[in-house]
């Protein structure tokens, strides 16, 4: 295979594990999303009003799985690629996420946008993540004042349940 053609195939890998990450969040399928990051990963997210960082796969998959449980509805849409590889075992991507997020205990829906800027990593033969990052390009938080009527809620049967009261 020329250089050219496997550098196009890593990139096609790397859209397949980005697209593969906004599957399991709005699925809540956090036995696949373990495999998609390496042990030593991290994510910072940085929104209007949150700052959400956490290091190490274990700690990242299990705030992952307390913010999008049965009490949660969520959309996550990334598209726009710009994916670098740097070398044979590392790679950059800018993406550009829209995403649609309700709470339905705290009746709050979070809609927006940001640019996604990952650093990826290829550890026996696939590729994964090893650090995800956001800075939002805008966002709007509202209350809701009246919940809309869903005749269907993927999270509410997969996602984690919630004690009375909170996480």
Same mark, same amino acid.
């Given at each position: 295979?020329?250089?050219?053609?496997?550098?196009?195939?890593?990139?096609?890998?790397?859209?397949?594990?980005?697209?593969?990450?906004?599957?399991?969040?709005?699925?809540?399928?956090?036995?696949?999303?373990?495999?998609?990051?390496?042990?030593?990963?991290?994510?910072?997210?940085?929104?209007? @009003?949150?700052? %959400? !960082?956490?290091?190490?796969?274990?700690?990242?998959?299990?705030?992952?799985?307390?913010? &999008?449980? +049965?009490?949660?509805?969520?959309?996550?849409?990334?598209?726009?690629?710009?994916?670098?590889?740097?070398?044979?075992?590392?790679?950059?991507?800018?993406?550009?996420?829209?995403?649609?997020?309700?709470?339905?205990?705290?009746?709050?829906?979070?809609?927006?946008?940001?640019?996604?800027?990952?650093?990826?990593?290829?550890?026996?033969?696939?590729?994964?993540?090893? @650090?995800?990052? %956001? !800075?939002?390009?805008?966002?709007?938080?509202?209350?809701?004042?009246?919940?809309?009527? &869903?005749? +269907?809620?993927?999270?509410?049967?997969?996602?984690?349940?919630?004690?009375?009261?909170?996480?």
């Amino acid at each position: 295979m020329s250089d050219l053609a496997a550098q196009l195939q890593d990139i096609e890998l790397i859209k397949r594990l980005k697209y593969a990450y906004c599957r399991c969040l709005d699925t809540a399928n956090f036995t696949e999303m373990r495999t998609l990051f390496t042990e030593d990963a991290s994510i910072s997210y940085v929104g209007g @009003r949150y700052k %959400y !960082e956490f290091a190490g796969r274990d700690k990242v998959i299990s705030a992952l799985e307390n913010a &999008f449980h +049965s009490e949660a509805v969520a959309c996550h849409q990334v598209h726009h690629p710009e994916i670098d590889v740097v070398s044979p075992a590392e790679a950059k991507g800018t993406w550009y996420l829209r995403d649609w997020f309700l709470d339905k205990r705290h009746k709050i829906v979070t809609e927006g946008s940001a640019l996604y800027r990952d650093t990826y990593v290829k550890r026996d033969g696939r590729w994964l993540f090893q @650090r995800a990052t %956001y !800075e939002r390009i805008f966002e709007v938080m509202e209350e809701v004042r009246q919940m809309p009527n &869903f005749t +269907s809620h993927y999270l509410a049967k997969h996602g984690k349940k919630l004690p009375p009261g909170g996480f």
